[in-house]
C-alpha cells in the first residue's frame, strides 16, 4: 500500500484565495484525520470522519474551514477565503477505526504558505 | 480538560546512551497512550503505545512506561542513534472519545555523534 496521499506537497497563495487539499486514506482505514501543525500551536486536530461520517468537528478554527468526505478513499479540506495566519502544515491520518486500534497512519502533509 | 502536555523541552545525548523522554497527562479518564516519532519533513509515525491497564511496555529498544498515579508517561529508547534524532509525541485516547486521540506539544531529540 502506497500509505496516505496528500495532494499538493506545497501550496503558496495569495490571501483571499480558496485553497483546497486532497486526502487518500489507506484502502480499508474507516477513520480519517485532518490536523494542522505550527510552531506555536504544535499539532491540532481540526476534524475527524468515521465511515465517511463527520465525528467531532470541535478543532475546525472558524467557517473558512470545511471539510468533506465524499466516498471512503477521498476527503477534502478546503479553505476559503485563506489567510496569512493559515500558513501551516496540514496532515491527513487514517486508521482502522475499529474498537480498541487507534494507530493513525500520517501523510506526508501539505505545507501551506498564504502571503 | 483534555490536554497532554509537554514543557516544550529539548533533549540532546550523546549517540550510545540510552534517552528518557516524558510526558505528562491531565486526563485521568484516558485509557490508551501512544508516542510518535516526527522526522524533519515528515507526518508522524507510531512507535509504541500502551493501554492504562499496564504500566510497562518494551518493543525493540523502546520501552514506554505509564504511571497513572501522578499521570505521567515517559519513552525510553536503549542506545540511541543518530537516526533517532526527530521530534516525539506522546498523545492520549480518551475512553469515551473513540478515535480521537490528543497530542502534546512535543520533544525535539537531537543525537550527538
Known amino acids: 500500500d502506497a500509505g496516505v496521499i496528500q495532494s499538493p506537497r506545497h501550496e503558496v497563495t495569495e490571501m483571499g484565495q480558496e485553497v483546497t487539499l486532497r486526502c487518500k486514506p489507506i484502502s480499508g482505514h474507516n477513520s480519517l484525520f485532518w490536523y494542522r501543525q505550527t510552531m506555536m500551536r504544535g499539532l491540532e486536530l481540526l476534524i475527524y470522519f468515521n465511515n465517511n461520517v463527520p465525528i467531532d468537528d470541535s478543532g475546525m478554527p472558524e467557517d473558512r474551514f470545511s471539510a468533506k468526505m465524499p466516498n471512503a478513499s477521498f476527503s477534502t479540506l478546503k479553505i476559503q477565503p485563506s489567510e496569512p495566519r493559515d500558513s501551516a502544515v496540514y496532515f491527513c491520518?487514517?486508521?482502522?477505526?475499529?474498537?480498541?486500534?487507534?494507530?493513525?497512519?500520517f501523510g506526508p502533509g501539505t505545507r501551506l504558505t498564504v502571503t | 480538560g483534555e490536554s497532554v502536555g509537554l514543557h516544550l523541552p529539548t533533549l540532546s545525548v550523546q549517540e550510545g546512551d540510552n534517552s528518557i523522554i516524558n510526558c505528562a497527562y491531565s486526563?485521568?479518564?484516558?485509557?490508551?497512550f501512544i508516542w510518535y516519532k516526527q522526522e524533519s519533513g515528515k507526518g508522524p509515525q507510531f512507535i509504541i503505545d500502551?493501554?492504562?491497564?499496564?504500566d510497562k511496555r518494551q518493543g525493540q529498544r523502546v520501552t514506554v512506561l505509564l504511571n497513572k498515579t501522578v499521570k505521567h508517561l515517559s519513552l525510553q529508547i536503549a542506545a540511541t542513534q543518530p537516526g533517532d534524532s526527530a521530534v516525539y509525541f506522546c498523545?492520549?485516547?480518551?475512553?469515551?472519545?473513540?478515535?480521537?486521540?490528543?497530542f502534546g506539544p512535543g520533544t525535539s531529540l537531537s543525537v550527538i555523534p
Open positions: 486526563n485521568s479518564a484516558s485509557d490508551y
Open positions: 498523545a492520549e485516547n480518551l475512553k469515551t472519545s473513540y478515535d480521537k486521540v490528543i
Open positions: 491520518a487514517s486508521s482502522l477505526g475499529t474498537s480498541g486500534t487507534h494507530e493513525q497512519y
Open positions: 500502551i493501554r492504562s491497564n499496564m
